[in-house]
């Protein structure tokens, strides 16, 4: 039995110790906001937060994370992180980031994530906070700037 703690939740789950963390929010828990990208961690698509750092998921055993706090982009406006999580997703909109949409939500977790850390990145801090998250419709001007409005927003 594995103890999943997801967007305030927990949840109780017989489920192999192994099994990556992106399958058991999907399959076992419900939750599909969470995307499946290359399944080695390299893309960014299955970004979460782990007792509010980005992780990615694809790669990380359920017994690694059992019993901590898990957010996924299902619960990004609630909690400690709702306001930062607010002010990306606004300016996502705003700026209109979005164009295919599948790694947004691994954009968007990983951009919460660098805001949280830094409220206040340059260009600089933004692309090395966000390297790791690959969009295949290479909208990485649009993305720099709604973290640069999110900042705004924030200060």
Known sequence: MIELRVNGTTHQLEIDPEMPLLWALREHVGITGTKYGCGIGQ??????????????SCSLPVSAVAGQEITTIEGLLEGANGKVGQAVQQAWQDLEVVQCGFCQSGQIMQASALLTDNPSPDDAAIDAGMSGNICRCATYARIRGAIGRASEQLA
Do not use: E, P, Q
Not at 43 to 56: F, I, P, S, Y
């Open 43 to 56: 893309c960014g698509a299955c970004t979460v937060h782990l007792n509010g750092a980005a992780v990615r």
